[in-house]
């Protein structure tokens, strides 16, 4: 089998889901034109983020095993991923900018104001560019955005694939612990030290310090590009499992 094969099962692996999702943010927006609604609506990026990375998290095991016992190599198994997740992360990208237009179209009509998350991160560089450079890098942001979440959720999901049972526990009941229960805990006695520091790394990641989105993107492909890779070292010696 070969890359192709690999990219185009992997994709349609996922299809139905995509296609599900896109049409149920597609009938929200439609309710934009209804007459008498009004008020402020924003977050389609991050149902999608997060949607792609539960995506993420649920595109491992049995695709893995399938194409394991067909004689599939781990490389081409992950080259496929990879390729894959790119195209979905690209008609993502392309959807929620379609949706935004339409979304403001609907708002033109009614009273109705919808906030994209390039608009809130960026809204002075915004009144000193075009439309048009605004709808490209709007694009390009979603775009290594989505790449970034999905391939977390592919992280997360092989980490727990190879882990011991008590591995499994011990992070599952840990890690809610540490973020929610000893972090502020810990914060509070340093004086706010943690948070504030935790703070300034968004700040300059997600380029708001700077007023610029190509460090977001530069960011989320870090974010891609390292997860991708542990990934990978993950991958290339996991075997098939009951």
């Avoid at 983020?49 to 695709?63: A, M, R, S």
């Avoid at 190599?73 to 339409?102: D, H, P, Q, W």
């Avoid at 694939?161 to 540490?178: A, D, F």
């Amino acid at each position: 089998m070969n890359i192709k094969i690999s990219v185009k099962y992997q994709f349609q692996d996922i299809t139905r889901a995509l296609i599900i999702f896109c049409g149920i943010l597609l009938i929200l927006i439609l309710t934009l034109f209804i007459p008498g609604l009004q008020g402020t609506t924003n977050g389609l990026e991050i149902s999608a983020f997060i949607f792609l990375f539960v995506i993420g998290l649920n595109t491992f095991k049995e695709n893995f095993g399938m194409f394991l016992q067909n004689g599939v190599s781990r490389k081409t198994i992950f080259a496929g991923k990879l390729l894959s997740t790119c195209v979905v992360s690209a008609i993502m990208a392309v959807v929620l900018e379609v949706l935004s237009c339409v979304a403001k179209l609907g708002g033109g009509y009614r009273d109705i104001q919808l906030g994209t998350l390039y608009e809130m991160l960026y809204t002075e560089r915004m009144a000193s560019i075009s439309p048009v450079l605004v709808v490209v890098e709007n694009l390009l942001m979603l775009f290594c955005c989505c790449f970034a979440f999905m391939m977390v959720g592919y992280f997360i999901t092989i980490a727990y694939y190879r882990m011991e049972k008590h591995w499994k526990l011990l992070i599952s009941v840990g890690l809610p612990v540490l973020c929610f229960v000893l972090l502020p805990i810990v914060d509070t006695v340093l004086g706010g030290v943690i948070f504030l520091s935790i703070f300034r790394v968004l700040m300059f990641a997600t380029g708001l310090q700077f007023g610029s989105p190509y460090i977001c993107m530069l960011s989320a492909l870090a974010v891609t590009a390292v997860f991708s890779g542990l990934s990978w070292l993950l991958m290339r010696r996991a075997v098939v499992k009951n």
